[in-house]
């Protein structure tokens, strides 16, 4: 008989929630005790995820969550979805493949700022153009955390903390919502770690959305950055509906101070083959080798 | 004569960023990643407090650092950077075009093991997944070596019968953050061990010759195979011409600096050792405690430590090996295609290029981070003392290897 094969990485599993009364929170957390600091923003996003699955009432084992490299790529270890921890920069190239292989499942996109913004930037372009019907929570701090303090590419200029840049980075930030506009993104939100509920009320409506969408998070690195503890005094809400054209939408880019929360911009735009909603059989994978060799 | 000019307390990181600071490199691009980023910290805090004039550029990843250092280096700059194991990975497609076009740069492997599964340690399979891309690779074992090679390796990469880029390589955890006592050698002494500098002579910017880089080589006709073909006799030989320089640069640097560091392979208490184990890297120091401690109780061993690791010194290693009658490879990467350690292969087919046949154990230690003792290497050196003694049936066939922490014992 042949050897075992090892699993990679034993992560999970507690019973499944029951499948007829509702869902909890609890029903999406993993036993995993979370490693990130005391006081950092990431519990929450946690929370609020946990709480918006809860809400859609989309049992575990239809949902995918799959990350980058970073503090924030931690989150699918404490989920009791299907979660993949894949390489530094790449979540949403790898989360583009499981909902091609897996149209049926809800699919979502979790990493930093440097995961998705520096290392994985073209990513982040090429996923709002493709409008593949996924949801990407950008956990922003505006630093390498994991990596113990560089800035990243949506630090300030004159940040001289870090210890790479400690005259600081000299170059203006990627402001997110810029950058997916232009790129043809058709949903952008954000959110605040301090207030998961209005933080899973975005995340419900980026799931719902059919097609990219981008949950901008501001969730403070209390370690490298604690100065971020006061973002709790700078977010104020977006007045207005949700902006349905670009004009109204860049427009609201021009006034917005990146402490703005709200769903900025929700337009209705084909997703990447919607038409295509059933997973290939294996079978047919089979045939068409045949037919080819 | 001894150009010390001053005593430091350091890490292995840190003593690296002394090395290139002495070298005085033109731009530095830089990705963090564990264990590398102190390194590179360092660097920067030396150029922000003007002790080093550089440009130190963060860049968007590590394909972007090595793509913006052939452009710096193209451009006629003394380069360096540093990575590790998915830094280097990602790194990969700059990386195998370097030696090819013969841009003489210097980049820090601070070595970690691979994914999957996931992991943050040291180890050495980063490297050894890129040991024939055609970079010279050189291992040290203590944070001294991790300096004064770093100056020295300028001096080979930019050698103009080498002109090839140079990996220097320091074990993450032991040496990156072990701390220890460092000489820092006069900037004066280490200018004039360089020499003025001349990195790129071959395909600089140069406005008598204005040229395009690497066009379109090869292909079909013989003409175009034929030319391919110089190129890649060229890298050999380059690869084969750096064995020399090597030799010659560690004599040089002994003579000025009075630290002396085996250039290619060292022999340790190897005169009249019945078998030997070969190691490489900072697990060197506690097989040479090993081979004290065995030989305080008779038993006759000795240790080769590989430095230089690519080119391969096939001639110094077979000179070593013919001093022993058995030899226990320690390794700490796998070699997946043949079940060993990649050293291991390499010091088998040294063995046959001399016409010496003897045993040989592959052992594999100190992956992801693990703990490599003294105890780890007394039983390598009770395996192969078994092995010369008789085929002993409970060894492993070779080259099925012998997993030196599979046990989950911490052996101290
Ligand atoms: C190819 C590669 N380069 C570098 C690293 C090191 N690294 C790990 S996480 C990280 C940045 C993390 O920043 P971010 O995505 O903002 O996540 P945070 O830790 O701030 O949540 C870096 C540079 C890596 N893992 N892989
Ligand atoms: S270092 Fe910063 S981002 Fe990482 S866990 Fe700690 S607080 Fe959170
Ligand atoms: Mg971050």
Redesign the interface.
């Known amino acids: 008989m042949s050897e075992t094969l090892l699993a ?2 034993p992560v999970l599993t507690k019973p499944p929630p029951p499948r007829d009364g509702a869902f909890t929170m609890q029903d999406f957390k993993s036993d995993i005790k979370p490693i990130w600091c005391p006081g950092c923003g990431d519990y929450s996003v946690l929370t609020a995820l946990a709480k918006a699955l809860a809400e859609l009432g989309r049992p575990r084992e239809q949902v995918a969550l799959i990350s980058g ?1 970073g503090c924030s790529s931690r989150l699918p270890a404490y989920t009791s979805v299907y979660g993949f ?1 894949g ?3 790449r979540a949403l190239a790898l989360a583009t493949g499981v909902k091609l292989a897996r149209p049926d499942l809800t699919v979502i996109a979790a990493g930093g700022d440097g995961d998705g913004l ?2 994985g ?1 073209n990513h982040f372009l090429h996923a709002c153009r493709r409008n593949v019907d996924m949801t990407y929570i950008l956990m922003d701090n505006q630093v ?1 955390g ?3 303090g ?2 990243s ?1 949506t630090t300030a200029p004159d940040w001289c903390e870090g ?5 600081g ?1 000299g170059i203006a930030p990627v402001a997110p919502l810029r950058l997916a506009l232009a790129a043809g993104v058709s949903f952008f939100a954000r959110g605040f770690a301090g207030n998961p509920n209005e933080l899973a009320r975005l995340i419900v409506a980026g799931i719902t959305h059919p097609g990219f969408a981008v949950i901008h998070v501001l969730s403070p690195c209390v370690t490298f950055r604690p100065e971020q503890r006061a973002w709790k005094q700078a977010v104020h809400p977006l007045e207005g509906a949700p902006a349905t054209d670009l004009a109204t939408a860049m427009a609201r880019f021009a006034a917005d101070d990146g402490f703005t929360t709200g769903i900025f911009y929700a337009c209705a735009a084909p997703p990447f083959m919607p038409e295509r909603k059933r997973t290939k059989q294996a079978s047919d994978f089979a045939k068409r080798f045949l037919v080819e060799i | 004569m001894n150009h010390l000019s001053r005593i430091i307390v350091c890490d292995g990181n840190e003593a690296a960023a002394w090395g290139v600071k002495l070298s005085r490199p033109d731009v530095i691009a ?5 264990p590398q ?1 102190s390194l ?2 360092t660097l ?2 030396f150029v ?1 407090e003007g002790e080093l004039d550089a440009e ?1 550029m ?1 860049l ?2 590590e394909h972007s650092v090595l793509s913006a250092l052939q452009g710096a280096c193209l451009a006629g700059a003394r380069t360096y950077t540093a990575t590790s194991g ?1 830094g280097l990975a ?1 790194m990969f497609e700059p990386y195998v075009r370097t030696p090819g076009l013969r841009l003489p740069m210097v980049a820090s492997l601070v070595n970690r093991d691979m994914l ?3 992991c943050v340690w040291g180890g050495q399979q980063d490297v050894m997944t890129v040991r024939d891309a055609g970079w010279i690779q050189i291992f040290c074992e203590s944070a001294q070596e991790v300096l004064d090679t770093v100056i020295m390796a300028y001096r080979i990469a930019e050698h103009p019968a080498v002109m090839l880029p140079v990996n220097v390589n320091h074990d993450g955890n032991y040496l990156s953050y072990g701390v220890s006592r460092v000489e820092i050698p006069d900037q004066a002494a280490v200018d004039a061990f360089l020499g003025e500098k001349n990195v790129n002579w071959h395909v600089a910017l140069d406005p008598e010759r204005p040229m395009a880089v690497d066009p379109l080589t090869g292909g079909a006709d013989a003409e175009g195979a034929a030319r391919f073909v110089a190129y890649r006799q060229s890298l050999c030989r380059g690869m084969q011409t750096a064995l020399a320089v090597i030799s010659e640069v560690h004599a040089d640097w002994a003579r000025v600096f009075g630290r002396e560091h085996a250039a290619l392979v060292e022999e340790y208490r190897l005169d009249d050792a019945e078998i030997g184990l070969v190691t490489i890297g900072s697990m060197s120091g506690a097989a040479k405690d090993a081979a004290d401690a065995a030989r305080a109780e008779g038993v006759r061993v000795g240790v080769i430590r590989i430095k230089t690791y690519r080119p391969f010194p096939i001639a110094a290693v077979a000179a070593a090996a013919s001093k022993v009658g058995a030899l226990g490879v320690v390794d700490r990467a796998v070699s997946y295609g043949w079940n060993c350690g990649p050293v291991y292969q390499d010091v088998l087919a040294a063995l046959y290029s001399a016409g010496l046949r003897m045993p040989v154990l592959s052992f594999i230690g100190g992956l992801a981070g693990a703990d490599l003792t003294g105890a780890h290497f007394a039983r390598a050196i009770a395996m192969t003392r078994a092995a010369l003694r008789e085929a002993d049936a409970t060894l492993p066939a070779p080259p099925s290897p012998i997993w030196l922490n599979a046990d989950g014992e911490a052996t101290r």
Do not use: C, D, N, R
């Open positions: 990679p990485a490299i921890h390489v530094h920069g520096s290392i930037g390498y994991m990596t113990k560089q800035a590419p210890k790479l840049t400690p005259e980075p | 830089v990705y963090p990643i564990t980023s590179v910290e920067a805090k922000a130190v963060p968007e990843g998915p990602f999957s599964p996931q």
